[in-house]
């Protein structure tokens, strides 16, 4: 098993930055994605990283905004938003995959309880 927690969720401007956190624990893993769901919306892919970190995958609306990160060492990653809108408005998740998937939710077998973020326009 592996546990996951997300912190650093919370109320911002658009144009701001906020920076999520995820504290992993338990058995290795190997990819750590971010999910988000808005309300009313279905959950979909914002980020992920290889255990290696060297690629990194952004979906296409945060690309040049956001960037993911992780610490194996540490057990973390993170998820650095910038220039942040209103439409990221969502509940934030941090999930991690074992069986090497990316993009899907179905890809990943562990998440974490999520985070709120919300954009103010």
């Known amino acids: 098993q592996v546990q996951l927690v997300e912190s650093g969720g919370g109320l911002v401007q658009a144009g701001g930055s906020l920076r999520l956190s995820c504290a992993a624990s338990g058995r290795t893993f190997f990819n750590m994605g971010w999910f988000r769901q808005a309300p009313g919306k279905d959950r979909e892919f914002v980020a992920a990283i290889t255990w290696s970190g060297s690629r990194q995958y952004y979906a296409d609306s945060v690309k040049e905004r956001f960037i993911i990160s992780r610490d194996n060492a540490k057990n973390t990653g993170s998820l650095e938003m910038n220039n942040l809108k209103a439409e990221d408005t969502a509940v934030y998740y941090c999930?991690?995959?074992?069986?090497?998937?990316?993009?899907?939710?179905?890809?990943?077998?562990?998440w974490g309880q999520g985070t709120q973020v919300t954009v103010s326009s």
């Open positions: 999930a991690a995959s074992s069986s090497g998937g990316i993009y899907y939710s179905r890809d990943y077998q562990y």
